[in-house]
């Protein structure tokens, strides 16, 4: 199993369980993931869901070795988008490529002070298409811009300003205990319509951009450029391109 699953006072958390490859985002982890949210968002007795991971690194982006389909992927960041339960993400560690697409797919992120994070597409060949679904509508535009193009790592208290967290704490659990306890207090049916309001425009842009971002990272992960940086990036040296 790369998911684990907890359920306390109705909030059921959902952990990200591989870490001997970072919690990367594997075709199996991707699967399982989905089933336990289909589950949550059965479950009457869920009011909120937590995600969250095991190790120091919440997802290192895609599983090279094993990844799934962009459709797969698209597909997940949906379901969390539009899951009628909030969905909040907890980061304790570093936060790579895809797996901010994760984090900016949940209504709440929140992470440790210590936590960093970085858009390392463009090192490889490619670009963080599939994830701007989520991250586009949510992120400050300037800053998305740099963090887009330069691949850099940023610390919490920027990707807080960008737009990427809600909020960061050096005890990010009891940042978190007043908050999941207010989504205690909320109802079902209050939770699933606020939540509509406020993800209303960033699953039209699912919508409108899914198909066309799917098919841009497809072509992008076939080129020939994006085999050299997958091939060092696994061989732990420069690409062909890195002056």
Known sequence: ?????????????????????????????????????????GDPGVRAVVLTHTG???????????PPSPYAFVALLRQIVALPKPVVARVAGHV???GLGLVGACDIAAATTGSDFAFTE????????????PLLPR??????????????????????????????????????APLLDALRKGSPQGLA??????TARVLETFDRDAEDLVQRSATLFASAEAREG?????????PAWVF
């Open 96 to 98: 790579r490529a895809g």
């Open 230 to 238: 997958m091939t060092a990036f696994l061989e732990r040296r420069d």
């Open 139 to 176: 992120m400050e535009p300037r800053a998305a811009e740099r963090l887009y193009l330069t691949g850099e790592r940023f610390d919490a208290a920027e990707a807080a300003r960008c737009g990427l967290l809600t909020l960061t704490a050096d005890d990010v659990d009891a940042a978190l």
């Open 193 to 198: 319509a606020s939540k509509q309001l406020v």
């Open 56 to 66: 120091t690194t919440f997802s290192a982006g895609a599983d090279l070795k094993a």
């Open 1 to 41: 199993m790369t998911v684990v699953t907890a359920h306390e006072r109705g909030v059921t958390t959902l952990t990200l369980d591989s870490p001997a490859n970072r919690n990367a985002l594997s075709a199996v982890l991707v699967k399982e993931l989905s089933d336990a949210l289909a589950g949550c968002a």
């Open 122 to 133: 463009v090192r490889i060949g490619v670009a963080p298409a599939v994830i701007s679904l």
